[in-house]
């Protein structure tokens, strides 16, 4: 499909040519890159549109005026000044179901139940929106979903065949409801949105959304990039109505809407940049749902047949893991810079908007996801169990006097297992979990996550007492939760505590949705290995090795070339994030004022 004039160069704003892996973009000295892409993104606009439909994508006489405003402006700043405008991206689960129209029932219990299976993913807030295409119902608030759902006045209000469903992880900052997702415009047709991943160029677009240049000088509400992709999806969605109107005089619109919906969906994915994983409502279309070129977060597709044998009832969701208990059979992921829509009879339509490399966010498979999970074509405990394997053999490097292998729950169990085969040593529960805590690494604050971590665990002197104990974690990325654990296991009567990480030491933030913005709170920032053992008081310290982690993936599904690893080796897969992208990131609200954990949690004195 040919990109309107306008369109190829405000596509041009969105996605830059790839730079080389882990290479920063060249920049002018001084420039912001935040501010130049803005900047660029608003001028190229105004160029492209020069002489033609300001509807279309056209200008007129302010365009010079206001490309010269923003001409070296810095990043977007809050109305005091100090950091730039950005709302934390959020690890997110998204799921959406649509069911037959007839005998097929409400949706509404089915999303509760997906979202359940989800609840890992976010446990700040939930929200679900339903519809029998006649009218949307909304409910969203903050809290667990057995919490903001357990009315059963707003469960019954949610009537329809067809929903959506969102959960999201709190961070500082974004706690209010107002952030909660589905979010919605009215214009065109009627949109609602859910997103899990996060852009990289938000405030080049909500510039570009605030100007002349978008169709209708659209006003945001919150700080969310979610807000922002919502908004482009339908500004595009308005483009592409009017090119249909302006060059087909006789046929009517309305028999093309979702031509419409695909043609924006790539004009949306070429304006884009970072990780996005989104499933929407279209009123008259269906049921839509679309992923970045790269891949990086996760979403599948399931399809079950209707209860009377009359049709096929479809799910999305970012985990097949939501499919068990309603009854869905995973079939396959969208792809990379794909859209796919059920629309409203239960047939699936699916278009490549733009060229896709599978690129996905490995710590997908080690912290985020559930293991009984299957992301693209990777059993997620296969995964961890193979991790187990490559970690046993640096283990052995070591030569520890070790007398038993203890999981740190729950992530760590299939790699632990592995690492107690692989060694022949003895495998014990000995941290007992309180599963009605929160999980800590997902807290907002720091003074939550080491308080939580108190509650979370406790060690059975059983199964330590007089013990050289290794200690298995998934990961370990700020410290708080590993340098308590530590203090209660030598409490407990462990005479040595070894640590080892399936997971590589965390160096670099997460661009693309994981809350992890800042270095200077990551305990293995500017440390050696040696040195994160002392700051975590254990006698011993192994990580796994990066070229390993990769190489478990490659062997799981030797399709993917290149895995999104940036957290461990800084390499970002979108090539837009340099240097001066991550110290404004570090210093803005989101990352600023965060610290490194480890240094200062301890439960007793100093050995």
């Known amino acids: 499909m040919q990109l309107h004039a306008s369109q190829q160069a405000r596509a041009g ?142 469960m019954e209000k949610l009537k329809g065949h067809v929903g959506i469903g969102h959960v999201r992880y709190p961070t500082a900052g974004s706690s209010s409801a107002q952030e909660a997702q589905p979010f919605f415009v009215n214009s065109p047709l009627g949109i609602y949105l859910i997103h899990n991943g996060n852009l990289t160029n938000t405030d080049a677009l909500r510039d570009l959304l605030e100007s002349s240049s978008s169709f209708f000088n659209r006003h945001l509400k919150t700080d969310s990039d979610s807000e922002v992709l919502l908004n482009i999806f339908a500004d595009e969605i308005h483009r592409a109505h009017q090119r249909f109107v302006q060059t087909n005089a006789t046929a009517d619109p309305n028999d093309h809407k979702t031509d419409f919906v695909l043609e924006a969906g790539e004009a949306t994915m070429n304006l884009l940049q970072g990780a996005y994983s989104c499933i929407c409502l279209v009123k008259g279309v269906g049921l839509v749902a679309f992923r970045d070129p790269h891949g990086i977060r996760p979403l599948s597709i399931g399809r079950r047949p209707a209860a009377d044998g009359g049709g096929t009832e479809w799910a999305v969701a970012s985990e097949d893991c939501a499919f068990g208990p309603i009854a869905f059979e995973r079939v396959r992921d969208v792809q990379p810079g794909e859209m796919v829509i059920i629309t409203p009879d239960g047939q699936l339509v699916s278009k490549q908007c733009v060229p896709g490399s599978l690129n996905p966010c490995i710590f997908e498979y080690i912290y ?177 090795d990066v070229d390993d982690l990769l190489a478990v993936g490659a062997e799981l599904n030797p399709s993917i070339t290149r895995f999104d690893a940036a957290c461990f080796d800084g390499h970002y897969v979108t090539g837009d994030v340099d240097a001066a992208y991550l110290e404004e990131l570090e210093s803005s609200g989101r990352g600023a004022k965060r610290t490194r954990a480890g240094r200062k949690t301890s439960l007793v004195g100093a050995r």
Not at 20 to 29: I, K, V
Not at 130 to 152: M, P, Q, Y
Request: glycine share 12%; proline share 6%.
């Open 13 to 154: 704003l969105g996605r830059r040519p790839r730079a080389a892996p882990g290479a920063a973009a060249p920049r002018p000295a001084g420039a912001s890159r935040l501010g130049r892409s803005r900047t660029a993104c608003v001028a190229a606009a105004l160029r492209a549109g020069a002489g033609g439909s300001s509807f279309v994508g056209g200008s007129s006489g302010w365009g010079a005026a206001v490309a010269a405003r923003l001409r070296g402006a810095g990043p977007r700043r809050s109305a005091g000044g100090g950091a730039p405008v950005r709302a934390p991206p959020c690890m997110c689960g998204i799921i959406g179901i649509s069911k037959v129209a007839e005998g097929g029932g409400g949706v509404n219990v089915e999303l509760y139940e997906g979202l359940l299976m989800l609840q890992h993913r976010g446990q700040d807030s939930a929200g679900m929106v339903t519809t029998d295409w006649a009218k949307f119902v909304e409910f969203k608030d903050n809290g667990l979903v057995k919490d903001v759902f357990g009315d059963k006045r707003a």
């Open 368 to 544: 985020l996801s559930r293991p009984d999970s299957v992301l693209n074509d990777i059993s997620v405990y296969n995964f961890q169990l193979r991790l187990g394997t490559r970690l046993a053999r640096k283990i052995k490097e070591r030569g520890w006097d070790i007398d038993v292998v203890v999981p740190v729950p729950d992530g760590s169990r299939p790699a632990a297992i592995e690492v107690s085969h692989e060694l022949a040593l003895p495998y014990r529960e000995g941290l007992v979990k309180n599963r009605y805590v929160g999980r800590t690494f997902i807290m907002p604050d720091q003074r939550m996550r080491e308080m939580s971590v108190r509650r979370k665990l406790n060690a059975m002197p059983a199964v330590f007492e007089g013990k050289a104990v290794l200690l298995i974690d998934d990961s370990i990325v700020r410290g708080t939760t590993m340098a308590q654990i530590v203090d209660m296991v030598r409490r407990a009567g462990a005479k040595k505590v070894y640590l080892a990480s399936s997971a590589p030491p965390v160096r670099f933030p997460n661009v693309y949705g994981v809350d992890m913005p800042n270095r200077k709170e990551f305990v293995a920032d500017g440390l050696t290995e040696e040195q994160v053992c002392e700051v975590l008081r254990a006698d011993g310290l192994v990580y796994q």
